[in-house]
C-alpha cells in the first residue's frame, strides 16, 4: 500500500478487535515509523512504551471499560512525553507536535499492515487515568502517557468512516479563502 493509499484508508476505529494477533515485529516496525517522524530542532522527545505481554494487555483493557478498541485490543502503544524536558528553542517545547507527528506516522503504519487503531488523547487527561496507565507502565516521575493506541485487527471489516469536508472548504491557493481552489 502506498502512503496516499494509508491516507485515504486511515480511519479512528473503535469497534471490537479480533483475536488475531498482532507480531512482534509489526509492532517494532510501527513504532519505528513513529520514531522517524521529524521533531523540533531534531530533539526526539517522544518515547514509546509498546504494551504486547498477555497479562499486560489485560491489565490496560480494564482500564477504559466504554472503549471497545481498548477492551479488545491485542497490543497497545502508548506516546510517553517527559513534563521536566528543558526547552530546546529558546523558551520553547515541541513535545505536542513531536509526538502528533510521530503519532501520525504510526496510525498510517497501522494501516498500511492492515491493522486499526484509534488515537486516545482527551480519556488519559481526565479523572487520573494518565497516572494509572504511567502506573501500570512503570514510567518514572515526570513521564506522562499521553496517547494511548489499542491496535488489533478489525472485527468490523467495512465500518463507516466520517466524511471529510472538501478541498475547497479548506484550502486555497495563495489566499485563505480565495476563489477557486483548482486554479
Sequence with gaps: MDVFEAIEKRHSYRGPFTDDPVSRDDLRRIVQAGLLAPSGCNAQTTTFVIVDEAAEVARL??????????????????????????????????????????????LLAVTALGYATVWIDGWLRREGHAERIGEALGL??????????????????????????PFEERAWFNRYGAGDASA
Design 61 to 106: 483493557r480494564d482500564l477504559h471499560p466504554r472503549n471497545q478498541a481498548m477492551r479488545s485490543a491485542r497490543a497497545y502503544i502508548v506516546g510517553v512525553v517527559d513534563k521536566t524536558a528543558p526547552p530546546v528553542y529558546e523558551e520553547l517545547s515541541f513535545q505536542v507536535e513531536d509526538y502528533s507527528a510521530a503519532v501520525e506516522n504510526i
Design 140 to 165: 518514572p516521575e515526570g513521564k506522562v502517557a499521553r496517547v494511548i493506541l489499542p491496535i488489533g485487527v478489525a472485527q468490523e471489516t467495512n465500518p463507516k468512516r466520517p466524511e471529510k469536508k
